[in-house]
T-cell receptor, first 111, second 113 residues
Framework: SQTIHQWPATLVQPVGSPLSLECTVEGTSNPNLYWYRQAAGRGLQLLFYSIGIDQISSEVPQNLSASRPQDRQFILSSKKLLLSDSGFYLC??????????FGQGTRLTVV | AQSVTQLGSHVSVSEGALVLLRCNYSSSVPPYLFWYVQYPNQGLQLLLKYTTGATLVKGINGFEAEFKKSETSFHLTKPSAHMSDAAEYFCAVSSQAGTALIFGKGTTLSVSS
């Protein structure tokens, strides 16, 4: 069966520091992969999605970037965090045209 | 472009009462529609989905939703609320083209005894 792993679960980082969040999927190949950010009262905002290795689309211009160095690995990064980057980050994978399966999320607090 | 509007950011019901969470969507192509539930500090869990076929879909934990194309709606219902239903609920839309899920802003359901 397919599983998705996302880590770390919580992270506290100072303003201006770099960020790297990792997500891996097991039990499937060539999945669509997504990064969402959740802020209170704003629902889930799609940040990036990828249909294959090194194929990444950005939905919202911001201080973040994403990479997919391997088929089942999706990384969210920042060179310098801002206070506004705080939030709950969710990785998800989806077979084309069906529901998405979510990781457990990372609570990022920028201080 | 696709979008989702969830009417009511917070819904409160008594235990045993009907649960109704509203969702309207906008899509230029036939939509796929989903309801997810989220408990605090956790990921999202799929409750139910509509892709094609029967417009009334049943999900886990006694929830169901009906796709109404004429009203562009996909409201979530449960006949009798339980305390364990208290959570945040998200409606989402995608399409047959395999686009990413677009979510509404969520509705927090509170259940009182």
């Amino acid at each position: 069966s397919q599983t998705i792993h996302q880590w770390p679960a919580t992270l506290v980082q100072p303003v201006g520091s770099p960020l790297s969040l990792e997500c891996t999927v097991e039990g499937t190949s060539n999945p669509n992969l997504y990064w969402y950010r959740q802020a209170a009262g704003r629902g889930l905002q799609l940040l990036f999605y990828s249909i294959g290795i090194d194929q990444i689309s950005s939905e919202v211009p911001q201080n973040l970037s994403a990479s997919r160095p391997q088929d089942r690995q999706f990384i969210l990064s920042s060179k310098k965090l801002l206070l506004s980057d705080s939030g709950f980050y969710l990785c998800a994978w989806a077979p084309t045209g069906t529901e998405a399966f979510f990781g457990q999320g990372t609570r990022l607090t920028v201080v | 472009a696709q979008s989702v509007t969830q009417l009511g950011s917070h819904v409160s019901v008594s235990e045993g009462a009907l649960v109704l969470l509203r969702c309207n969507y906008s899509s230029s192509v036939p939509p796929y529609l989903f309801w997810y539930v989220q408990y605090p500090n956790q990921g999202l869990q799929l409750l139910l989905k509509y892709t094609t076929g029967a417009t009334l879909v049943k999900g886990i934990n006694g929830f169901e939703a009906e796709f109404k194309k004429s009203e562009t709606s996909f409201h979530l219902t449960k006949p009798s609320a339980h305390m364990s239903d208290a959570a945040e609920y998200f409606c989402a839309v995608s399409s047959q083209a395999g686009t990413a899920l677009i979510f509404g802003k969520g509705t927090t359901l509170s259940v009182s005894s």
